[in-house]
């Protein structure tokens, strides 16, 4: 396999620049992750597939043990404390609770664990301490049990989001406040409560903004400059732009990453995603309800439905998609030999389910493998990968894009499996044995049939008896 130069989009330039890591022997990437006082809407997964893509194509290009991928976990936030105070626990309680359905979720979407997931309540010393150095360089200022950033203190706050101080204004929910000098200072900590989580500080008892969070997570895990940070669009303003002020001046440093990555949007049917528009749903609902075009739907369409658009483009969450999704799985999954396709018609052109063609000169791993090194261009990588032939070449190719075709065909054996209640099982053993009874050699095979393609194994006992087990 050869290893093609890596070009990503960089939103600090506006152009696609070849990836030069700082150490290719320690490549350090950052990915804002999710506050956890509820479930992880689909819009959510997006960021988790995408960037999981690129820490597996990363891996594969500079070696598993050189890459470091790092996606914090927001646990406290007004949201979380609110919700926490509502249920009458802990913000503890709540956020490990949340926590442990969303790192359920996301195995499911076929992502890798990130080989650091910070807690932000876990940092709380490494705020304090960036905060006070951007006080003692003249960056922020300390008020009523707030400290904030002076906005104008740092010339070249905007870079990223390229706006202008009149258009941050417009765009940003600016709060006046008394103990505010400019409009734009966004907080840094803030006083808390006697009810409300909070820690000990040189200003107060208090808690963190959401901004320091991640310039303290990033600067404990990765340091003071590194190589990739990415997120969804909508973060880019105020909340990367801030992270920027806050890492650069504390750290006196040009840049707190080299690359700044970030996927577009996504919409449901056509809609933006709201709850008063109803059309609202999680991911954790898609993979365990039929909230979402009535049934359920395993996680590794889910993975390839976010990737058939590229990163970069908004993206529309419909049914059809999905559906299509598990189509192209299906098909794969029979090429493979891991799924048993049912007669639907997939048409022709399966290529070889015997396997053969190993080891031709056929270079399908190599072109999938330059789609992705070009910006991560999905949709061109899984266009490849419907023309790729060879078992083994296809095998590794899904496995770079993380969808494991084995993953999916157990997941509909299950589901098979599950839709026999043993009243249905036990009814069809009985109409079996009086098949055999009158000799009836076709219907009983077709029953055992019938049952076997949901994963029910029948077996005959000497004594007349018909016993079954679910197959695995
Ligand atoms: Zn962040």
Redesign the pocket.
């Known amino acids: 396999m050869s290893t093609p130069a890596l070009k990503i989009y960089n939103t600090l330039t506006r152009t696609k620049e070849e990836f030069r890591p700082i150490d290719p022997a320690h490549v350090r990437m950052y990915v804002?992750g999710p506050t956890v006082y509820d479930y992880a809407h689909i819009g959510n997964a997006r960021p988790l597939i995408v960037f999981d893509v690129l820490f597996r194509l990363l891996r594969h290009l500079y070696g598993a043990e050189h890459v470091a991928y790092v996606r914090?976990i927001t646990d406290v936030d007004d949201k979380i404390n609110a919700r926490a105070f509502e249920r009458g626990i802990s913000i503890r309680e709540l956020t490990d609770e949340t926590n442990k359905v969303f790192q359920q979720d996301v195995k499911a979407l076929g992502c890798l664990e990130p080989t650091v997931q910070p807690r932000a309540t876990e940092h709380i010393a490494q705020m304090v301490a960036i905060i006070e150095r951007l006080i003692a360089s003249g960056h922020a200022y300390a008020a009523d049990g707030h400290v904030l950033f002076d906005v104008p203190s740092m010339p070249n706050y905007g870079r990223l989001s390229r706006r202008s101080l009149d258009e941050m204004m417009a765009g940003a929910r600016v709060d006046v406040a008394p103990y505010k000098r400019g409009d734009m200072d966004f907080v840094l900590w803030k006083p808390s409560k006697e009810n409300e989580p909070g820690w000990d500080s040189p200003w107060g008892r208090g808690r963190p903004g959401w901004h320091i969070?991640?310039s303290a997570m990033s600067w404990a895990h990765l340091g003071e400059t590194f190589d990739i940070h990415g997120?969804g669009i909508d973060?880019v303003f105020p909340?990367?732009e801030n992270?920027i002020a806050q890492s650069c001046c504390a750290f006196g440093r040009d840049v707190m990453a080299n690359y700044w990555m970030h996927n577009g949007f996504l919409q449901v049917e056509g809609e933006k995603m709201s709850k008063s528009l109803g059309n609202f749903v999680t991911i954790h609902e898609l993979l365990h309800t039929d909230k979402f075009g009535g049934r359920k739907w395993p996680g590794e369409v889910l993975r390839l439905a976010m990737l058939r658009t590229h990163y970069r483009q908004p993206i529309d969450w419909t049914v059809k998609a999905l559906e299509e999704a598990e189509l192209s799985l299906r098909k794969w999954g029979a090429e493979i030999g891991a799924v048993e396709l049912d007669g639907e018609g997939f048409g022709s052109g399966f290529g070889s389910p015997d396997g053969s063609g190993y080891g031709g000169g056929f270079t399908g791993v190599d072109t999938v493998m330059d789609a992705l090194a070009d910006d991560l261009n999905t949709p061109l990588a899984l266009t490849i990968l419907h023309a790729v032939e060879n078992k083994r070449e296809l095998d590794v190719s899904l496995k770079l894009l993380g969808i494991d075709v084995q993953s999916y065909a157990d997941w509909v054996q299950i589901e098979k499996s599950r839709s026999f209640d043993e009243g249905a099982i036990d009814m069809l053993i009985r109409a079996r044995l009086a098949a055999r009874a009158s000799k009836n050699w076709a219907e009983s095979d077709r029953i055992r049939d019938e049952l076997a393609a949901a994963g029910i194994a029948l077996k005959d006992n000497k004594d007349g008896t018909t016993t079954w087990e679910v197959k695995r």
């Open positions: 804002c914090n969070e991640c997120g973060l909340h990367h992270e």
